[in-house]
Protein backbone atom coordinates (compact mmCIF):
# COMPACT_ATOMS: atom_id res chain seq x y z
CA UNK A 1 0.00 0.00 0.00
CA UNK A 2 2.92 2.29 0.96
CA UNK A 3 4.37 2.03 -2.60
CA UNK A 4 0.92 2.60 -4.23
CA UNK A 5 0.87 5.95 -2.53
CA UNK A 6 4.78 6.65 -3.34
CA UNK A 7 3.95 5.98 -6.99
CA UNK A 8 0.91 8.04 -6.69
CA UNK A 9 2.86 10.72 -5.18
CA UNK A 10 5.48 10.98 -7.65
CA UNK A 11 2.90 10.73 -10.30
CA UNK A 12 1.18 13.51 -9.08
CA UNK A 13 4.40 15.54 -9.02
CA UNK A 14 5.09 14.63 -12.45
CA UNK A 15 1.58 15.74 -13.81
CA UNK A 16 2.27 19.44 -12.01
CA UNK A 17 5.39 20.38 -13.20
CA UNK A 18 5.00 19.26 -16.97
CA UNK A 19 3.75 22.42 -17.72
CA UNK A 20 6.23 24.31 -16.51
CA UNK A 21 9.75 22.35 -17.31
CA UNK A 22 10.14 24.76 -20.34
CA UNK A 23 9.91 27.70 -18.25
CA UNK A 24 12.27 26.37 -15.63
CA UNK A 25 14.69 25.23 -18.21
CA UNK A 26 14.66 28.82 -19.36
CA UNK A 27 15.01 30.13 -16.24
CA UNK A 28 18.10 27.91 -15.47
CA UNK A 29 19.37 29.27 -18.61
CA UNK A 30 19.26 33.16 -17.96
CA UNK A 31 20.87 32.41 -14.51
CA UNK A 32 23.98 30.34 -16.01
CA UNK A 33 24.28 32.84 -19.26
CA UNK A 34 24.20 35.62 -16.21
CA UNK A 35 26.72 33.52 -14.09
CA UNK A 36 29.18 33.97 -17.30
CA UNK A 37 28.81 37.08 -18.10
CA UNK A 38 29.83 37.89 -14.92
CA UNK A 39 32.39 35.50 -14.91
CA UNK A 40 34.17 37.05 -17.95
CA UNK A 41 32.85 40.47 -17.45
CA UNK A 42 36.60 41.90 -16.38
CA UNK A 43 37.71 40.40 -20.20
CA UNK A 44 34.76 42.60 -21.85
CA UNK A 45 35.90 45.94 -20.05
CA UNK A 46 33.15 45.50 -16.77
CA UNK A 47 34.48 45.83 -13.94
CA UNK A 48 34.08 42.77 -11.78
CA UNK A 49 35.16 43.00 -7.81
CA UNK A 50 34.92 39.26 -7.98
CA UNK A 51 37.40 38.62 -10.64
CA UNK A 52 40.08 37.53 -8.41
CA UNK A 53 37.98 34.88 -7.00
CA UNK A 54 36.68 33.60 -10.64
CA UNK A 55 39.79 33.49 -12.24
CA UNK A 56 40.19 29.55 -10.69
CA UNK A 57 36.67 28.68 -12.62
CA UNK A 58 38.08 29.16 -16.56
CA UNK A 59 39.24 26.18 -17.24
CA UNK A 60 35.88 24.60 -16.30
CA UNK A 61 34.07 26.98 -17.72
CA UNK A 62 36.03 27.70 -20.90
CA UNK A 63 34.03 24.84 -22.60
CA UNK A 64 30.65 26.25 -22.24
CA UNK A 65 32.10 30.06 -23.55
CA UNK A 66 31.35 29.31 -27.53
CA UNK A 67 27.67 28.17 -26.69
CA UNK A 68 27.39 31.26 -24.22
CA UNK A 69 28.87 33.88 -26.68
CA UNK A 70 26.77 32.26 -29.72
CA UNK A 71 23.51 32.74 -27.32
CA UNK A 72 24.40 36.09 -26.65
CA UNK A 73 24.30 37.10 -30.43
CA UNK A 74 28.16 37.18 -31.15
CA UNK A 75 29.56 35.62 -34.27
CA UNK A 76 32.62 35.78 -33.33
CA UNK A 77 34.14 35.33 -29.71
CA UNK A 78 34.51 38.76 -28.42
CA UNK A 79 37.50 38.35 -26.14
CA UNK A 80 41.22 37.81 -28.44
CA UNK A 81 42.47 35.56 -25.31
CA UNK A 82 39.71 33.25 -26.34
CA UNK A 83 39.80 31.63 -29.63
CA UNK A 84 37.05 29.47 -29.68
CA UNK A 85 35.63 29.76 -33.36
Not at 17 to 28: C, D, F, G, K
Not at 45 to 69: A, K, Q, R, S
Not at 73 to 82: E, T, V
Request: glycine share 4%; with cysteine; net charge negative.
Amino acid sequence: MLEKIKKLIYYYEEVISLPHRQEVARELQNEDDFFLLLLYSEMLGIPNPVYYYTLELYPYIIEDFHDWHLRMGMDKSPLSGIRCC
